[in-house]
């Protein structure tokens, strides 16, 4: 079993930056792909930026060249550098992970809000 945390959420104006952070824990597992999903209300979830243990990264098209994904597989954390934020991107940020090659993990964190706006 894999637990995931989330932490860096909050409160930032628009053009301005956030980073998210999330650690995984647990035993008996290797983690493929770390990720963070976004859902905003009303709308479905949806990937933002992924990244494999070969490094190899998956951004959605609205946030490429805004956003970057790494990860630190000696410490197990997935962190997500948000840049020039725009109100669009409010939504509840969920940290994800899994085994396989699939961007979309089977394990998810609690998920953190993040609101743009002035």
């Known amino acids: 079993q894999v637990q995931l945390v989330e932490s860096g959420g909050g409160l930032v104006q628009p053009g301005g930056s956030l980073r998210l952070s999330c650690a995984a824990s647990?035993?008996?597992?290797?983690?493929?792909?770390m990720g963070w999903h976004r859902q905003a209300p009303g709308k479905q979830r949806e990937l933002v930026a992924a990244?494999?243990?070969?490094?190899?990264?998956n951004y959605a098209a609205s946030v490429k060249g805004r956003f970057t994904i790494s990860r630190d597989d000696a410490k197990n954390t997935v962190s997500l550098q948000m840049n020039s934020l725009k109100p669009e991107d409010t939504a509840v940020y969920y940290c994800n992970a899994g085994v396989g090659s699939s961007w979309y993990g089977g394990y998810w964190g609690q998920g953190t809000q993040v609101t743009v706006s002035s």
């Open positions: 990244i494999t243990r070969g490094g190899v990264r």
């Open positions: 647990g035993s008996g597992f290797s983690i493929n792909v």
